[in-house]
């Protein structure tokens, strides 16, 4: 578990107890429009992610899942991790946006990140995502480059 912050949320390692709740959030229409994500995604392809994913550094990626007094209300992903770099994704339901864990989850992530001596974290948000391009800017998050023909942008952070 990564320390909470003092405020609202702590960050758990996700479990197979969550891959229901993961796999309905991977499977929101919304989710298409934003993400790379794929509505061709299974339960068991969550519990094989969810399995795969326990540490960075060994496994390449880490899900941890962003909670609020117990609750489940979004999650966040570290993947590709390679010469001390990875990429991160990040989700928070539908009901519990604009209140501020995104941000939250988001700073716990790049500490996290750090203290495992990653040097670089990359996001890549499509175009129209205003609100998550928003939330890496905020954190400090740069433009490096435009993807898929300018449907996406990849943010960098160096650490």
């Excluded at 061709?40 to 994913?53: N, Q």
């Excluded at 390449?60 to 209300?73: A, D, P």
């Excluded at 570290?78 to 539908?94: K, M, N, Q």
């Excluded at 449907?151 to 160096?158: A, G």
Aim: aromatic share 6%.
């Amino acid at each position: 578990m990564v320390a909470a912050h003092p405020t609202h949320i702590v960050l758990r390692d996700a479990c197979l107890e969550d891959a229901p709740m993961l796999l309905a959030w991977e499977l929101q229409p919304e989710l298409q429009n934003v993400t790379r994500a794929e509505s061709s995604v299974t339960l068991d392809f969550i519990c094989r992610h969810i399995l795969s994913s326990m540490d960075l550094l060994e496994d390449s990626q880490k899900r941890f899942i962003i909670e609020r007094e117990g609750q489940s209300v979004g999650v966040v992903d570290l993947y590709d991790y390679a010469d001390c770099t990875a990429s991160i994704g990040i989700f928070v339901e539908r009901a519990f946006r604009q209140k501020g864990y995104a941000s939250e989850a988001l700073l716990l992530v790049v500490a996290y990140a750090r203290n495992l001596g990653i040097k670089t974290l990359c996001a890549e948000v499509k175009s129209h995502n205003t609100a998550s391009l928003h939330l890496f800017r905020k954190a400090g998050f740069r433009h490096l480059s435009d993807a898929q023909n300018g449907d996406m942008q990849i943010l960098r952070l160096n650490l």
